[in-house]
């Protein structure tokens, strides 16, 4: 609430504080102005009644007149001395709540001295006060209505606190699929075991089994007819007729000797037959 709340002692600047009352209630609106606690009902804590009273106000004014501090009960004790004195409870609850306490000098006051306070208003002395009187009362009364009118609009243009803005909720975990169950064996029946995999090659060595496995189908057989040939050779030309005398191409034996020898070189099949045409395997000599 943008209240403004008048701290005085009536038997020190009961004059004062009326004539202040009538001047901020004619500006600001007397719902805004608060002079003192009265009214407190029967009962009530008192305590508790000017706290609230005080911390539903903005601004507190303290007015100090030449009697301000050293005012006395009817005991003689100094009445800021007491506890529950209404001036030390308002002034305290104000500079305990943060709230602007703003000293009103009147009479020809001056600000009380830091070691003239009890403990929790001694904050009071750091405060900047603005001293007024009844023959300037139009401009100093003036500056004060400005001070509380700065004091109410900065109090007013700042933010409500947000409220924190709550958390999403984390997203629910999707369940993971359960595992497939192994299938049951059939009684009396043995089970093969999976075989383990192959591992698998990688690098260098996956390069080199590629290049191993490149060599076609065809090679084999060819190889092996081929190595068929060379022994049927080398067995023939171990068993064939020794030339006695005359042409070395012919043989000496019968009626058939004149005929030639056929030459070796035609008796050789071909070694390495094309790849594209299928080798027929010459048939092996019998043995003697």
């Known amino acids: 609430m943008n209240g403004i709340f008048i701290s005085y002692r009536r038997d020190d600047t009961a004059g004062y504080a009326g004539r202040l009352y ?19 009902e029967p009962g009530l804590d008192f305590v508790e009644a000017i706290e609230e009273a005080v911390g539903s106000c903005r601004v507190l ?36 709540r943060k709230i602007r306490v703003v000293p009103v000098l009147v009479g020809g006051a001056v600000m009380p001295r830091t070691e003239d306070l009890p403990d929790e208003i001694k904050g009071l002395t750091r405060r900047q006060a603005i001293e007024i ?11 004060l209505i400005r001070t509380v009118e700065g004091i109410l609009k900065t109090a007013t243009a ?39 995999p192959a591992p698998e090659s990688t690098g260098a060595g996956a390069a080199a089994a590629d290049r191993r496995g490149a060599i076609p189908g065809w090679v084999w057989p060819s190889a092996a007819a081929a190595l068929i040939a060379v022994a049927a050779v080398a067995w023939m030309a171990q068993r064939g007729p020794k ?4 042409d070395p191409a012919t043989v000496s034996t019968g009626p058939a000797a004149s005929t030639p020898a056929p030459e070796a070189s035609a008796a050789l099949p071909q070694a390495f037959p094309s790849p594209d045409t299928p080798t027929a395997l010459a048939p092996a000599p019998p043995l003697a």
């Open 22 to 40: 009538d001047r901020l209630a004619s500006h600001f609106g007397a719902q805004q102005v608060f002079m003192d606690v009265e009214g407190i």
């Open 61 to 96: 004014i303290v007015m100090i007149g030449d009697e301000w501090i050293t005012t006395t009960d009817a005991s003689g004790r100094r009445r800021l001395d007491d506890p529950h004195d209404f001036i030390r409870l308002e002034t305290g609850t104000a500079l305990k």
């Open 133 to 143: 009187n009844h023959k300037q009362w139009d401009a100093s009364s003036a500056e």
């Open 158 to 196: 700042e933010p409500p606190a947000s409220e924190p803005t709550p958390l999403a909720a984390p997203p629910e975990a999707v369940p993971a699929a359960a595992p497939l169950a192994a299938p049951m064996p059939t009684p009396g029946v043995a089970t093969r075991p999976a075989p383990a």
């Open 243 to 246: 030339p006695t005398t005359g």
